[in-house]
């Protein structure tokens, strides 16, 4: 090896100075070695640097290298660059630009058609209006689409593809991960926008295909109408389903209520979160719904989720979901009209099933400050679940589905609503109305089970249907092991009221603290039973059944304590029995039970009470009334026959100092107070 000692050395066979290399030697304080293009002395331009850290630098560039390969760390086999860097299609080599000061929806566009299966996009702002997806790929990092400047037009149509940031036409798998989508709403220069963040709208696909849009972690800011709209295609045979976890949702253009001069569509501007309609399918979990905009008189706030469709009929299209584990903050459209006048305005609940929601599962979630329902549904949902949520602090009832109207489908039914905590609901904690004006006139199999509701209002001075738990046209309907308390804001607010129902069974309640009836049976026509309840502190009575039909009722069980008027009444029974109850301290008129005269047959045993009127009937061989704390055991003794208190046919009082020749005891033989007694066959001498 020969040593050279200079300050550069040349490389190379020409005198061309553009022809040849120099290598310098360190001269600098740095010690950079330099391996420069041109002969020593001229002008050379830095190929390669080292530093006296050991740090190489290209001054001019690497040049085209994608030919090149390399070995990845942990693997064995050689790949070309080119190769390589394909793996993630990185946004900005397409030349879009990150500070958002320049439109880049065509560069984001050409990566998307580039055959890429995973689009980069780093950190920045995007300038975006519209493009489309067509084929598999993940779009994911850490940087934010915006939505250009007055890019939005007041087309109403929930189809306005030109108002959509991300359209995906094709039954394709998309997914997004981290990325940001910004709507923009504050420079949409339009009253009654109907812009979409991302979108799958009436795509065909063949018989078992399945377009699946999927986004985890990601931000859905500032939207106007949705961020996330998916529909189906009526008469396609392939499905449609958006998997959503891990989102935030926050903030949207405020809706306008129906009327409002401000907007160019009389039924008002509804901004909703996601979008499920005709037969597409929802996964949402672990996701964030947060609105913090205005809810002044005439702004309102989004639904988070809405089920429903467009095309087609309400029963065959509807659409389906499972959310569960989110969060949902001041959402909620309200049904107060833009001038504030309440019921004006077509309401949203936070997740709503309009008109028909098909196998609905809502489970774990947390609803915070709700501007309307937390679950609201029409008649016409089939298979709704609604289970373990918490809802505190909602301006109408936790949940609440009502009826489906006269075009609106067919009303079925299959509803629970259990292990749910509901506080500070107006008017109701549940309430299930199906619509009387279609056929079948009832919703059915109706069951609402060991929910805790606390806490109700009535702000909206509601007058029909409010309770803690109301329903009203069903059959089939159990509710039961609930705990009520604390519903007696209002002097009307029943406990549990079934109203123009075919049959109930109410059983192992707990209520205390009610403004009016603690159980109220209204036009019931087949059967009603109430049985183990404990009904505490009613403004009316314990338990009342009010008909105009002759239902038959069974009151067993039940412990009620500190009521008005009736411990348990019954005006209108056919056959009934009141066995085994307990009904202390009745105020007002004071009467234990009641037994109507039109019963074709009725039962009163085993029962305690220390009501002024123990019971109050008209005496008829069709009411056995015996055993009772006011009437006890037909085995009393009595040195004679009774001259006060209420007995039955039969009761039989023996005598307590029995003598031969005398009559042993005295038997009833015309019920009443006391009654007309007979003493029996006189003993043998």
């Known amino acids: 090896m020969s040593l050279i000692k200079a300050n550069a050395v040349q490389i190379g066979q020409s005198n061309d100075a553009t022809e040849n290399f120099t290598l310098a030697v360190p001269s600098s304080p740095d010690g950079t070695i330099k391996l420069a293009r041109g002969n020593s002395g001229a002008t050379t331009q830095d190929v390669m640097n080292v530093s006296n850290a050991g740090v190489v630098s290209f001054p001019q560039g690497l040049g085209n290298i994608s030919s090149g390969t390399a070995i990845a760390t942990g693997s064995t086999t050689a790949r070309s660059l080119a190769n390589r860097f394909a793996d993630v299609v990185n946004v900005l080599d397409f030349g879009a630009d990150p500070t958002g000061a320049v439109d880049s929806t065509t560069e984001i566009q050409e990566a ?136 935030l949702f926050k903030d949207c253009r405020p809706g306008i209520g ?13 901004p909703t979160f996601i979008n499920v309609n005709d037969r597409a399918r929802l996964i ?79 489970a774990n979630n947390t609803f915070e400050t709700s501007y309307s329902a937390c679950v609201r549904a029409k008649s016409s949902c089939s298979g709704l679940v609604v289970n373990g949520n918490v809802m505190t602090d909602c301006s109408e009832p936790g949940v609440s589905i009502g009826p489906i109207g006269t075009t609106n489908g067919t009303q079925t039914g299959k509803i629970v609503v259990s292990n749910n905590i509901i506080k500070l609901a107006d008017s109701a904690g549940v309430i299930i109305v199906g619509d009387s004006t279609v056929s079948p006139t009832e919703i059915s199999d109706i069951v609402i089970s060991d929910n805790h509701i606390s806490d109700l209002t009535n702000v909206n001075a509601a007058t029909g249907n409010i309770a803690a738990i109301c329903v009203r046209n069903a059959r089939r309907v159990s509710i039961t092991g609930n705990v009520i308390h604390d519903a007696d804001v209002d002097a009307i607010l029943c406990g549990i009221k079934v109203r123009n129902c075919i049959d109930a069974l109410v059983c192992n309640n707990s209520l205390h603290n009610i403004g009016s009836h603690g159980i109220y049976g209204n036009t019931i026509t087949e059967e009603f039973i109430a049985s183990s309840n404990i009904i505490k502190f009613c403004g009316g009575n314990g338990i009342i059944v009010d008909s105009t039909a002759t239902p038959d009722c069974v009151f067993v069980g039940n412990l009620i304590d500190t009521v008005v008027t009736y411990g348990i009444l019954a005006q209108q029974a056919r056959y009934m ?109």
């Not at 018989?207 to 996330?228: E, H, K, P, Q, Y």
């Not at 959402?331 to 709503?352: F, H, K, M, Q, W």
């Not at 009127?613 to 056995?624: A, E």
């Open 112 to 247: 998307i058609d580039s055959g890429a299966e995973n689009l980069w996009i780093p950190d920045g702002i995007y300038q975006i209006r519209t493009v489309t997806i067509s084929r598999n790929m993940t779009i994911s990092g850490t940087g934010t689409f915006k939505r250009k400047d007055n890019y939005e037009t007041n087309d109403t149509s929930a189809g306005a593809a030109n108002n959509t940031m991300f359209d995906i036409v094709a039954h394709v798998t998309v997914n997004f991960q981290g990325v940001t989508f910004d709507g923009n709403q504050a420079n949409q220069n339009v009253n009654t926008p109907s812009g979409t963040l991302l979108r799958v709208y009436n795509v065909t696909g063949a018989s078992g295909s399945v377009l699946s849009l999927n986004a985890d972690g990601c931000t859905f800011l500032n939207m106007t109408r949705a961020a996330i709209t998916i529909k189906g295609k009526i008469g396609e045979p392939g499905e449609e389903i958006a998997t959503v976890t891990n989102c």
């Open 258 to 270: 129906a009327g409002d001069p401000l907007s160019t569509n009389a039924s008002g501007f509804a």
């Open 284 to 362: 949402a979990s672990n996701n964030r719904f947060i609105y913090t905009g205005s809810v002044a008189i005439g702004d309102y706030a989004p639904s988070a989720i809405r089920f429903t469709y467009i095309d087609g009929t309400t029963n065959a299209n509807g659409s389906r979901g499972i959310v569960e584990g989110n969060y949902f903050y001041r959402c909620g459209r309200s049904d107060i009209g833009y001038t504030g006048t309440p019921n004006a305005n077509n309401g949203l609940g936070v997740i709503e099933a309009y008109t028909i929601g098909q196998d609905i599962i809502v």
């Open 577 to 685: 029995t009141i066995e085994g109850n307990i009904a202390l301290n009745v105020s007002g008129t004071s009467r234990g039970f009641f037994v109507p005269s039109n019963a074709t047959k009725a039962t009163v045993q085993g029962n305690i009470t220390n009501a002024t009127i123990p019971i109050f009937y008209t005496l008829s061989s069709n009411v056995t009334v015996a055993g009772n704390s006011w009437n006890p055991s037909v085995a009393q003794k009595a040195t004679n026959a009774p001259t006060s208190g209420t007995w039955s046919v039969g009761d039989i009082v023996w005598r307590t100092d029995p003598v031969a020749g005398q009559p042993p005891g005295w038997v009833c033989v015309t019920a009443g107070t006391p009654g007309t007694w007979k003493a029996m066959a006189n003993l043998e001498p």
